[in-house]
């Protein structure tokens, strides 16, 4: 299969990586963010794995946090015949488990958000913990200022995100985010929504005072 070789813009160590992918879509790079935990119940484990089996059959590659863990693992033992690319910081790297596709190994969780974004063209998340949110909400706020342009999906599963979603309406409602900043925000409920959202759904370029590309 070809591949396109994707330029990470970012020092990693002492040298500029590169990640070669067989090439996708326009907009089928997509980074998943889910809890690592193993002791949630098993209807998240197994909607997991099932998103990433829709991520292979509809031509899709996976950006993830590597390894075996969780709903994170279960989505690439999904996503198996899918390309699939893991960022796992270093010091993580011992106790990961099992690595899936090509493994690009960060410093730190900070440097791993920034590969994440520049490889993936969507974010997705499902149910997870505080890293998972904080991956997300990462991913909003650069939607917002202008650091990306990219669809931010949230997989609702047995209702996990309808809290959040209450919370970003009282946030809009009280002035804190302005809606029109939220085109790219998208919460869905079930795996076949979400790709239904990637194959469709354009992203738009919100408006902010500190966007700087398109």
């Known amino acids: ?29 997509v980074a998943v963010f889910a809890g690592s935990s193993a002791t949630c119940p098993a209807h998240y484990r197994d909607e997991a ?3 990433g089996a829709m991520l292979a059959s509809n031509g899709c590659a996976l950006v993830y946090g590597s390894g075996s863990w969780g709903l994170m693992g279960e989505v690439a033992l999904g996503a198996a015949d ?4 893991g ?3 270093e010091f993580m790297l011992a106790t990961a ?3 899936h596709g090509q493994t690009i190994v960060v410093p730190n969780m900070a440097e791993r958000k920034y590969v994440i974004n520049e490889l993936a063209e969507v974010f997705v998340g499902l149910p997870g913990g505080f890293g998972t949110l ?3 909400s990462e991913m ?4 917002q200022i202008g650091v990306n342009n990219k669809l931010i999906v949230f997989v609702n599963i047995a ?3 309808d809290q959040l979603g209450a919370w970003v309406e009282r946030a809009l409602s009280d002035g804190f985010i302005r809606r029109e900043q939220m085109q790219n925000y998208v919460i869905v409920d079930t795996p076949e929504a979400a790709i239904q959202v990637i194959l469709t759904r354009e992203p738009q370029i919100v408006p902010g005072k500190f966007r700087t590309k398109a």
């Open 97 to 99: 488990g099992e690595l």
């Open 134 to 136: 904080d991956e997300m």
């Open 49 to 51: 794995r099932r998103f």
């Open 1 to 29: 299969m070809p591949t396109a070789t994707i330029p990470v813009h970012h020092m990693i160590g002492n040298k500029l990586p590169t990640v070669h992918l067989p090439i996708v879509a326009p907009g089928k790079r």
């Open 159 to 161: 209702g996990y995100y």
């Open 87 to 89: 960022v796992v910081p």
């Open 82 to 85: 899918a390309p699939i690319v």
């Open 140 to 143: 909003l706020t650069w939607n």
